[in-house]
């Protein structure tokens, strides 16, 4: 079953009753003008198995205790969002299989060339997936990204995902002078963060689900970054982000409206369906969100030695 993304905009105080993630709208509740019924009305109930992320977006938002443990118990990911409007935190369960700690075992005692045949895997599939939406969506000559996926090595001694990178951004948003993809940069730079943070989200929970531990990359390792397996396995998973960001920015080049730095709600909206793309994995179509499941269930199988190749979407 699909999970659902719920995003909270405006304040909002969410309870627990029943298994069902109850929500109240505090400006209908304190407004003694409006009928009892049109504030029963108001508030709204969803089964909290349901669930799959939550982005609380606004200061004014409370959460009871019994509802972040029954959306932990339930292994869903909670995003938090700073004044800015951006994600900044993420909360996820610190058990999600009844096999972890032997998944824990075998993922800490992985050795370095079956993490570096790993590493190589990723990259060859995120380059593809690159190539893929260059040649659809702009009509760039790919060739030679082609090239570079094939060539990648084992770790990617030779770094080709760098070599591809700054082709695929140059070529990426022509419309934009001299784009460059920086976090802090000029944008769709914004959007991308925007999209990458609900992808992190959606493959971190997919691990904890799969008993793996985030923190432990195979490739990247920053002794400050808490989701560094998250970050290694969305490589592949980045492109369907950028072609919904691709799309948003012809849209609006189309209408003559320049890209704001603001995210706007309709632009959110549209992103926090990055869960329920269309993507293709072992041959079939299937929602983004259960394509990660398939990936991080036949990482883990890589570790325990059951398998030797980690199962990664395309286009098609």
């Not at 709204?44 to 938002?61: A, C, F, H, S, Y």
């Not at 032997?102 to 895997?121: G, V």
Request: proline residues 5%.
């Amino acid at each position: 079953m699909i999970k659902r993304t719920l995003y909270f905009e405006n304040p909002a105080y969410l309870s627990l009753k029943n298994k069902q993630l109850v929500v109240k709208l505090p400006e209908v509740e304190k407004n003694d003008a409006l009928p009892e019924l049109l504030k029963a009305e108001s508030i709204k109930t969803i089964p909290i198995e349901d669930i799959g992320v939550v982005i609380l977006d606004n200061k004014q938002i409370t959460l009871t205790h019994g509802v972040i443990e029954a959306l932990l118990e339930n292994n869903c990911a909670l995003i938090t969002c700073d004044s800015r409007r951006m994600p900044v935190g993420l909360l996820l369960p610190l058990e999600g299989n009844t096999v972890q700690q032997e998944r824990f075992t075998a993922q800490i005692e992985a050795s370095l060339p079956l993490k570096k045949q790993l590493w190589q895997q990723t990259i060859q599939a995120k380059i593809e997936n690159q190539a893929y939406l260059l040649k659809k969506c702009r009509g760039t000559e790919v060739r030679n990204m082609q090239k570079w996926a094939s060539d990648v090595r084992s770790g990617d001694s030779d770094n080709l995902e760098g070599r591809a990178a700054a082709y695929y951004w140059k070529n990426l948003f022509p419309v934009i002078d001299d784009f460059t993809r920086d976090r802090d940069g000029v944008p769709p730079n914004n959007l991308l963060n925007y999209g990458y943070a609900i992808l992190r989200a959606v493959v971190a929970r997919a691990l904890v689900s799969s008993g793996l531990l985030p923190t432990l990359g195979i490739h990247h390792h920053n002794r400050y970054n808490a989701y560094c397996l998250a970050d290694d396995i969305m490589e592949p998973y980045r492109p369907f982000v950028d072609k919904m960001v691709v799309e948003i920015v012809d849209a609006t080049h189309c209408d003559a409206s320049p890209l704001s730095a603001d995210l706007t709600k309709e632009i959110k909206i549209r992103l926090l369906q990055i869960p329920v793309l269309d993507v293709v994995i072992n041959g079939q179509r299937s929602p983004l969100m259960v394509a990660v499941a398939q990936t991080t269930a036949s990482l883990a199988k890589c570790f325990l030695g059951e398998n030797r190749k980690i199962v990664y979407p395309s286009f098609g």
